[in-house]
């Protein structure tokens, strides 16, 4: 059925403008060249002595201080990454990764605070050459021309050192490793290691040689290996005896020290455990067959293995077997994989008669039977398994199958023993690559965090159940604030070119919560397990916030004279879903409540978004499908609508810091936990007369300015009453997996002259939402711009102009062509009788009405 008011298409002006450069980054101060000469001579002079060693043929391997080549260094600098990589590749170093400080905006910046750090791996010529240079910088001698990026080096350098074993075992783990052996002091101990990739194959080769005769040397094996050449990673999965992990744990030990190793990890493990009250099951009590669906399959999910004959899934998903099969997973083990496809197929099935999607979906099963009933198998590195299944689902896409379409994917799996910190996990790298080069988009669940945070207002637990609700509401608020910093999102969930959800205390069921106590009685809060953000380069994390079910809280007394709480499932709260039942019973369902579940409702979001985008390209003879801009399109509506709703203004009082000053960084807590908020999906589907959303959809390359000509009605200028502007900017980038910001290409949106400010009388002003530098680090822009007072344009045309340009974070992408799309909404008031939607259709420049375009396909 038609929509009355459906999404319009908008063209950019035919000549691409030269991109309005802006502000320079801010760059450090350089340290003087006498401080550095004081400070540094004695590494180089170390450097140097270890070196000569080293050709005498001196044993000084097993000393984690020596420069010698093979050994990866570290640069500790201030500033930008760009300069200094051309810098490390003149000396004949191979730029291995870098990362950025996590300094908080506005914080007192330290002379000698290492804010870039970079890995460089040397070779024998190049650390002479270093050398060298360093020699003439401290005498002092002017650089030639070739000489001044290594002055640059020299002037901004904090330290140089070895990557030593201090960076190579990660701190998680230590925590890992000790809570294996406390429960079982003689187990086996599996961890995941992280080579350097190298270019050539032979060097990667024997790096698993070196691996191997290690592991013959202190006991150890190797059970599984996978190399990925898209996102230069090489990793293993090894067993190691509890000797050598005791080592491991406390930062010793051979394995700890061999150079080819980057990084050691604990194993990827998927587990979602909480304390629980008996699972009640209970019968769905709906006829799902006389709505089977229709439309092509979209949607793929990486998750567990669902009951496909499942009354609600029956005849709806399709299960596309790789690395598990339905042998490896019994039918009472498939539970999250069942409520995932329920979830999206249906929704809440709380709500009476579930709305079903129109689409069947996909299965990837990547869980297999555990100990704790679903998780990733011990035997396999996760990231290989999530690697073998998106590499199906390309090949599927350059088929003619039922599966050729699949778009977006279910990812509702995290790494519980790998809280995001700094720098992109392997697994985040991987999604990101395949979505950009293979036009997939993941919805992500920022991962579900069940430990204890204490709540200091309190000091008995009995005070804390005995307080009034809303009181203990606000503590629970400041207190959940507060442990922030212990509860972030979990990998993958940083992925940039990914939509990754948190999950809101709220549900369709309105039950009170029994004996059970409910934190937030009054406010739509992120639920007590969602995970807090940011992500890569203190960017917006999590995306979008979604209904993800209610958990009750429980409390304990510490020892300290305080409460701790910990998020507790009751059997009268959560969200209806499928599930597995002990007497076969197939139309089984139970509560569950998570960011898993928000997932999915974003994902079935998408289903309902795509629908839209179905009629909207039908109408001009084209398959937004087969577009290279279809993954910017789905991430630009799905996070139009998006706000914070009534929530924000509560966090906004009670949130630290208060004050006029410091509202940028109250904002950027905020957003830690709603990322840009809830999307409302109504408002993008269905159009009024006083509200009309535009879509742009096209590639740009750096330095390159897109323009849009929005009209503006006359009956806006009429009236003083609120009229609004949204404006949402995505794209998807090629990451360099190497960077620091490793998006690769920014983009940003800019008025005619390159700023921000678009029309007079409506600007941000005091609306709630994400600090707007915040907003620019990701790859997802949206802004709301608000007004009351009648003003003209700045152009004699009445105008809107908005800019989308473009700047390559690094050389190597100059000339890359990025896929994004706008999303611009224009809404007035009740009083305005006007059309706004006729005025503003029929005035649009459109783009033409069949493009040839060839079909983008998943190589």
């Known amino acids: 059925m038609a929509t009355q008011h459906p999404i319009v298409r908008i063209a950019r002006d035919q000549v691409a403008k030269k991109r309005i450069k802006g502000q320079k980054p801010h760059f450090p101060k350089a340290i003087g060249y006498q401080r550095q000469r004081e400070r540094l001579s004695k590494t180089f002079d170390d450097a140097a002595k270890s070196i000569a060693d080293w050709e005498k043929g001196a044993q000084i391997s097993v000393d984690p201080r020596a420069v010698v080549p093979e050994r990866a ?6 500033g930008p990454v760009a300069e200094f990589q051309l810098a490390a590749q003149a000396l004949g170093l191979e730029w291995l990764i870098s990362e950025s400080s996590e300094e908080d905006d506005g914080a007192a910046d330290d002379e000698l605070q290492g804010q870039t750090i970079y890995v460089t791996m040397p070779s024998e010529a190049g650390l002479y050459k270093l050398l060298a240079m360093w020699n ?7 650089p030639e021309k070739h000489e001044r990026p290594f002055w640059k080096i020299f002037e901004y350098l904090c330290d140089l050192r070895v990557w030593s074993v201090q960076d190579r075992i990660d701190p998680s783990v230590t925590n890992f490793i000790n809570k294996l052996l406390d429960a079982q002091p003689d187990r086996v101990v599996q961890v995941e290691l992280d080579f350097w990739y190298r270019n050539a194959k ?3 080769d024997s790096a698993i040689k070196t691996l191997l005769t290690m592991l013959d040397e202190v006991g150890g094996t190797l059970i599984d290996l996978v190399e990925i050449d898209g996102i230069r990673y090489q990793g293993a999965l090894i067993a190691i005896p509890a000797k050598v992990a005791k080592e491991l744990a406390g930062r010793d030990g051979k394995l700890g020290s061999l150079d080819e190793i980057m990084t050691i990890r604990p194993q990827s493990e998927y587990a979602d455990t909480t304390q629980e009250d008996e699972i009640v099951e209970a019968g769905t009590g709906f006829d799902f067959s006389t709505t089977l669906p229709t439309g092509p399959c979209i949607t793929g999910v990486l998750d567990g293995y669902p009951i496909v004959n499942h009354d609600s899934l029956a005849g709806r998903v399709i299960v596309e077997e790789v690395d598990i099969d339905s042998a490896q997973v019994p039918a009472l083990n498939r539970e999250h994989g069942t409520a995932m496809a329920s979830m999206i197929l249906h929704g809440d099935m709380e709500v009476s008669p ?3 999607i129109t689409r069947p979906i996909a299965a990837f099963p990547i869980l297999s039977k555990s100990k704790n009933g679903e998780g990733i198998p011990t035997n396999k590195l996760a990231i290989g398994i999530v690697f073998r299944a998106l590499s199906r689902v390309v090949e599927l896409s350059n088929g003619d199958g039922p599966l050729k379409d699949i778009t977006f994917i279910n990812h509702s799996i995290c790494d519980t023993n790998a809280p995001f910190v700094r720098r992109p996990s392997p697994w985040a790298m991987l999604l990101d690559y395949f979505s950009h080069h293979h036009r997939l988009l993941f919805v992500i669940s920022a991962g579900n965090i069940y430990t204890k945070f204490p709540v200091t207002d309190y000091a008995t637990n009995a005070d804390f159940a005995a307080a009034a609700p809303d009181e203990r509401e606000a503590s629970i608020l400041l207190a959940v604030e507060k442990s922030k910093g212990t509860r972030s999102i979990l990998s993958p969930a940083e992925s940039v070119n990914s939509i990754t959800v948190g999950a809101l205390h709220h549900e369709a069921n309105t039950n009170l919560p029994g004996t059970a106590t409910d934190p937030y009685p009054t406010v739509v809060m992120t639920n007590l397990v969602s995970s807090v953000g940011f992500g890569v380069n203190r960017s917006i994390k999590p995306d979008v916030v979604e209904q993800g079910g209610r958990f009750a809280v429980r409390g304990s007394n510490h020892r300290d004279g305080y409460v701790e709480v910990h998020p507790h499932t009751a059997t009268d709260l959560g969200q209806v879903s499928a599930c597995p039942s002990k007497t076969g019973n197939l139309q089984a369902t139970r509560r569950t409540a998570g960011t898993s579940n928000a997932t ?5 979001s998408c289903n309902l978004i795509a629908d839209a985008l179905d009629e909207v390209f039908e109408n001009d003879g084209e398959r937004w499908l087969d577009l290279q801009t279809r993954v910017p399109m789905l991430k630009a509506l799905l996070t139009h609508s998006c706000h914070w709703g009534d929530v924000g203004e509560i966090l906004e009082e009670a949130f630290p810091p208060q004050g006029r000053y410091t509202w940028f960084k109250r904002r950027d807590t905020i957003a830690k936990f709603l990322g840009y908020g809830k999307p409302q999906i109504d408002e993008i589907l269905s159009g009024t007369t006083r509200r009309i959303t535009l879509l742009a959809e096209d590639t740009i390359k750096s330095d390159q300015r897109h323009e849009y000509t929005i009209p503006i009605p006359q ?3 009429k009236s003083r009453e609120i009229r609004k502007v949204k404006i949402t900017l995505t794209w998807t980038v090629p990451v360099l997996t190497g960077m620091a910001d490793y998006r690769g290409i920014a983009l940003k949106i800019v008025d005619a002259e390159g700023k921000s400010e678009f029309w007079k009388g409506c600007d941000r002003g005091d609306i709630l939402q994400p600090n707007g530098k915040t907003t620019a680090r990701g790859t997802i822009m949206h802004l709301l711009l608000e007004g009351k007072t009648a003003q003209k344009l700045k152009d004699d045309n009445k105008n809107l102009t908005i800019g989308v340009q473009a700047r390559a974070l690094h050389g190597s992408l100059e000339h890359v062509a990025v896929p994004y799309a706008l999303a611009i909404s224009i809404e007035v ?16 420049r459109v783009p033409q009405r069949i493009r040839q375009r060839e079909r983008v396909g998943g190589s």
Not at 73 to 78: A, M
């Open 202 to 204: 032979e060097r990667r």
């Open 600 to 604: 999915a409702l974003v994902t079935r």
């Open 136 to 142: 003439r910088y401290k005498k002092p001698l002017s």
């Open 354 to 356: 579930p709305p079903s």
């Open 829 to 844: 008031g009740q009083s305005i009788t006007a059309n706004i939607y006729q005025e503003v259709k029929g005035a649009v």
């Open 73 to 78: 260094l570290v640069f500790d600098l201030l």
């Open 715 to 717: 009956s806006m200028f």
